[in-house]
């Protein structure tokens, strides 16, 4: 039984596959151009990696923002139920997920189902999401994946006080020219990004087990900063985490071929 779960997020297309309620492969794709297109060649190559054909597909559940988009999916749904799903699947004793995606984040309460108790979502802003950090990333010249390991050798984080990212991105230039150290603004942008999180997160309450999922969850200082602010261990997942919801909808789609 070959089931796919597609999540076609806003930078990122993620593909799942499953055989008989176990993932056999998976891939992700940067979105650059035209979404569907990028969906269509990230499964190609997860199907490859496993050695099927889209013809062994039984069944495609897509999700994300350009759900409605996948071409090769039967049945669509929505973030929130995915996440809670696979992240309930890859560890039964998380009650609380925080998805921290390319342009969204998401706080969700989660029951021993895998259902949705609560939820809450960031406005419009991107503030603490993938782009911001991108934003942080070009304005100062670095790649994304330094910023951590920079935040990490702070003595004095600076005061990030913005909550939109084009006011938070234009207080990280003017103190560059100020002269600031950069490891202590890269340390603030995290600590403001920890407290925004938190004030969504916080509306629905903590209840561990804790885990972040989406592609910042890969930061290991944010991770842990969000941790050390609920005082709570968080969770490590052992699967790529921007592959939660893509998980989740091939669960889905498990259940509705009626194979479960």
Known sequence: MIVVGCDLGTLVAKVVVMRDGSIVSSGAGEIKAVPEQVASDVLEKALSKAGLSPGDIEYCISTGWGRKRVPFARMEMGEMP???KGAQWLIPSVRTVIDVGGQSVRAISVNEAGKVVAYNTNDKCAAGTGRF???????LELRLEELASLAAQSKDPAKISSQCSVFAESEVVTLVNEGRDLVDI??????STVRRLAAIAGTIGITEDVVMTGGCAKNERLVKGLGNHFKVEMKTLAVDPRLV???GAALFALEKSGKA
């Open 82 to 84: 995915c996440l809670a």
């Open 133 to 139: 950090f991108e934003l942080v990333a070009e304005a």
């Open 186 to 191: 890269l340390a603030g942008v995290h600590d």
């Open 245 to 247: 919801g893509a998980i």
